[in-house]
């Protein structure tokens, strides 16, 4: 009787799913699995975007921020919950979930980036290469850059290097160094790397097309006559160069970007 009554249940749904699919789907458009997670910060709120550190899982306090783990959230559609932690709540990884987010850095279109901001636990608009969170299912307006709001995000904490305009410096480097995240030193790796190349290949262009000017500038006071052929090697040896500087400079933009 038990089994009859479940399954008359679950064709009943079915059914209703049928007939009003729109109704039933759209009281709750978050859809995602959450874990026990213990978090330190005891103002949490629902929404707030998390990061692991060494001292636990704490609200996010920096943009971009390497080390994020996931959103905390009250009403995720599964929670695997740990019984034997009644501290722990539920923080989603994947899915869709809404987060607290600002305009601190531009207002939101749907199918933007959303990273961390320095607003505890809040997320902006993503504008840089860096560590997001996921990507924008809804707008978000507000002229109020420390006002906050949920909208609905597709989580999928990634790095992202689509942006073709990378601001980075070197305090942003060095503090990249210190931070104990492996991806965030491979990105700082990938960043002296680079700059390693397009020095080296400046260098060894300069170098080398200083030496072969100075042989030129030596040959044609020996030999005058032969001025057309030494001139000649002197533009080829140009051409080399720069064909060298080139090359360099496209190894370390493609080590950037890929």
């Known amino acids: 009787m038990k089994y009859t009554a479940l399954v008359v249940f679950i064709f009943f749904r079915l059914f209703l799913s049928f007939l009003f699919p729109a109704s039933i789907y759209a009281q709750n458009k978050s859809v995602s699995t959450a874990v026990s997670i213990q978090i330190e910060d005891e103002s949490v709120k629902d929404g707030n975007i998390i990061t692991s550190t060494p001292k636990g899982y704490v609200l ?3 943009s971009y ?5 996931g959103v905390y959230t009250q009403s995720p559609s599964i929670f695997l919950q740990n019984t034997d932690d009644p501290k722990a709540k539920p923080v989603t990884t994947s899915g869709k979930a809404y987060v607290l987010v600002s305009s601190i850095n531009g207002n939101i279109k749907k199918n933007d980036l959303i990273t961390t901001s320095t ?3 809040v997320g902006q608009k993503a504008s840089d290469n860096g560590m997001v969170l996921g990507t924008a299912l809804q707008d978000y307006n507000s002229s ?3 006002a906050t709001g949920k909208i609905l995000i597709a989580i999928n904490p990634h790095f992202n290097s689509t942006f073709s305009g990378t601001r980075t410096n070197l305090v942003e480097i060095l503090n990249n ?3 104990p995240s492996m991806l965030t030193q491979l990105t700082t790796l990938r960043y002296i790397t680079a700059a390693l190349i397009a020095v080296i290949a400046f ?9 072969v000017s100075a042989r030129g500038v030596e040959a044609l006071g020996r030999n005058p006559l032969a001025s057309r052929i030494i001139q000649f090697n002197l533009v080829l040896n140009l051409i080399l160069m720069i064909a060298v500087i080139l090359v360099g400079l496209t190894i370390g933009y493609l080590i950037l970007v890929l």
């Open 60 to 62: 996010t306090t920096k």
């Open 65 to 69: 921020d390497s080390n994020m783990y």
């Open 119 to 121: 607003t505890p636990g």
């Open 144 to 146: 109020d850059k420390k």
């Open 177 to 179: 160094v210190a931070d």
């Open 203 to 211: 260098g060894i262009g300069f170098v080398y097309f200083g030496r």
